[in-house]
């Protein structure tokens, strides 16, 4: 919990359940710091939660997805999803 309960981790996980993402992706999706985000997915890479993939390609290649351990959350999410949508209401 105190590694998904800091800022924007939620968010970061919640983008990559779309998919693979690279991180420009990720950035232009979300209005969290190049520097967060950097943060953010070293720690979920050091805990197994995010696979950082490196293509051998010129100019290389960074994607970033899920592990196992990443989309057993997803249910999670959806249902914090469905929480929200019920519950929260929108503000203009």
């Known amino acids: 919990m105190q590694l ?4 924007w981790t939620g968010l ?3 983008q990559l359940l779309m998919g693979p993402q690279r991180f420009s992706e990720i ?4 209005p ?3 520097r967060l985000l950097t943060e953010r997915l070293k720690e979920l890479e ?6 950082r993939q ?5 100019p290389v290649r960074v994607e970033y997805s899920l592990t196992e351990k990443g989309r057993a959350l ?3 999410f959806k ?3 469905n929480w929200a949508e019920n519950w929260v209401e929108v503000k203009e």
């Not at 998904?4 to 800022?7: I, Q």
């Not at 050091?46 to 696979?51: L, M």
């Not at 490196?54 to 010129?58: G, M, Q, S, W």
């Open 74 to 76: 997803e249910p999670i």
């Open 54 to 58: 490196i293509y051998p390609e010129v």
């Open 12 to 14: 970061i996980l919640f």
């Open 79 to 81: 249902d914090l999803q």
């Open 27 to 30: 950035e232009s999706a979300l």
């Open 4 to 7: 998904l309960g800091k800022r």
């Open 46 to 51: 050091k805990e197994g939660i995010v696979h």
């Open 32 to 34: 969290v710091s190049g």
